[in-house]
């Protein structure tokens, strides 16, 4: 018998018992709905980590000062006073693979006036190297030099935010502006980078040479934290290790004494959601099994009333020539076919439901070709288990039931 | 090679009831059917006929004996051969009809194309309705067709394959006079082209349109007789209805 024949003559079986058809269908259609908003929404959640990731750069890693910290969000309150500028010039000194270091601290909440505006930001006592280091430099203007380092210069480079709220669509490159008592010359405007992971508005910001802010603002010699970038992506946690030692060996940490700073990698923070986001997934996967695996059973018991039912045509197509593989086939297809129809209908609900789960909950989803893969895959699968003992049971009957009465 | 179709030697089959009693549904029957002949098996109710045929037909097995079709030894087949020789060279007509429901008619007839090699599985199931006279009836389902007109599809259905044979039980046992007419009438047509037909029945006057009566009781032939005069259907039919008319008018 031809393929197409036998599928044809299974989705006709199908036809003619509609409402057969549809109780078998109904509990794949709902596992796989499940399974492909799960998928979709543990991909989702991957792939915002990972993006995040890399916008950091893969080939760069963050030290924080103080211990114990995790994940690589700043603390609230002030940082512990353990990192100094001179480890972040060692780093750069003494570690071959780091290319360059960005060390820096931070002022939040200032105030800062222009004229009689004054608006609450955040500001940032950087280095030259910062641009190269977060890939991050100045949309007009210039960003901050050498000299301006050496100098304790007061200039500053405003955040697109900062310069919408202080002026508007005026021309803010060379006025001056008040950052508690100090006054500072504007000398550029960074590039806009949107939303932080955290959620704050990383163009709400104000940059300043370190020195300044240290000397002129602060009032201090620490540094919050230095961005390390690398030659290479390779050998991270072997850098990790070096980068650790000569920190405690210039912080002077005798052994059993915890870190006094916080090393973060790309890798461990990728790691860290990837093991909290894998445990959840596998839980509501699991979920979503068993009801895939319900529906198989529901499957399995129809089709096998279905066969018992069907004797007399089962007896009939083999009284004109039907063989054994005929009769299993158009059974097992007919399983087949109800899963599979029950999976595409899954993965269509499923990705409508991701969609309506992003807009509602602001989730992220993802919907790939691996998970309308996963669902064909899956949902064929339960259908050839879940037939294949009606279908035997079909294919032993004799011809002679087509007699029966 | 000689003429017969069908030879069977010393066939029987035995059930075996609950209680370690044994029934002997048909009991060392030997016989040889020719080319072209048309032959009524007769007997009582549970004389063995139905088993019998299902026997002559493939569809069952004998306990013993051995039956040729065409010369060709089928006793010692497997399932899957057997299903073969069922699509080929035979073709069963059942009291109850055994149509598919919620089918058509074409797609009824097209059922034993579907499991043979051949492609033209419409064109040949619309010929074999047309030959019986349901050329206006294709797309019906058997619910909407006359018991007559539905035992008319399940012949159509036995000749679609062009077989050798056919091999009907009882094909009147649910019909009207009228529509039992019309079936021995297509049945008379088809020998009359040459094809073999086996009729099962335990009416003395359906055996009668055969050209050879076998009787059987607790399943061994009793007699195997050439009937000498044949009824023949088709001139019936007129008298029935001039009768009915007849009847309609008084
Ligand atoms: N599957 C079976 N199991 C046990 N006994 C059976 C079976 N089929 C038939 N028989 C017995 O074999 C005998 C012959 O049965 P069969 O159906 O061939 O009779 P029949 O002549 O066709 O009768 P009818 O005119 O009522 O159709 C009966 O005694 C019946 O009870
Ligand atoms: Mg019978």
Redesign the pocket.
Known sequence: MKQSRALKVAFKGLGKNKLRTFLMMIGIVIGITALTLIVSAGMGAQNRIMERVKKFGLDSMMVFAGGGREMGQPTSGLPAPSLKLEDAVALKREIRAVADVAPFNRKGQAEVKFQEKSVTTSVFGVTPSWAPVWDWDAAEGDFISEEDLTSLARICIIGPTVQKELFGTAEAIGETIRIGNVQFEIKGIMQAKGTSPGGGDMDNRIYIPLSTLLRRVMNVDHISGVKIRFKTAKDMSKTAADIKALLRERHQLASGVPDDFTVTTPTEVTNMAKKVAGTFNIFLALIAAISLITGGVVVANIMLISVNERRKEIGLRKAVGAKRKDIMLQFLYEATAVTLTGGVIGIVLGAIGAKILETVTQMPTAISWEIVALGIVFSSLVGVVAGLQPAKRAASLQP?EA?RA | MNGNVIQAANVT?V???GGGGE????HDVSLEIGKSEYVAIM????????????ILGCLDKPTSGSLKLDGVEVSTLNDEELATIRNRKIGFVF?SFNLLARTNALENVELPLIYSDRSDITRLAREALVSVGLADRLHHNPGELSGGQQQRVAIARALVTDPEIIFA??PTGNLDSKSSLEIMTLFQQLNEKGRTIVL?T?EADIAAYAHRIIK?AD?KIISDERNPEPRVAEPEINTLVAQEAAHETK
Do not use: F, P, R, W
Request: proline share 0%.
């Open positions: 002679i007699m | 089959k059930y075996n009831k029934v002997y549904a048909v007997g009582a109710s549970g004389s063995g006929k139905s088993t019998l045929m299902n009291q039980d009882e099962v335990h059987i399943g």
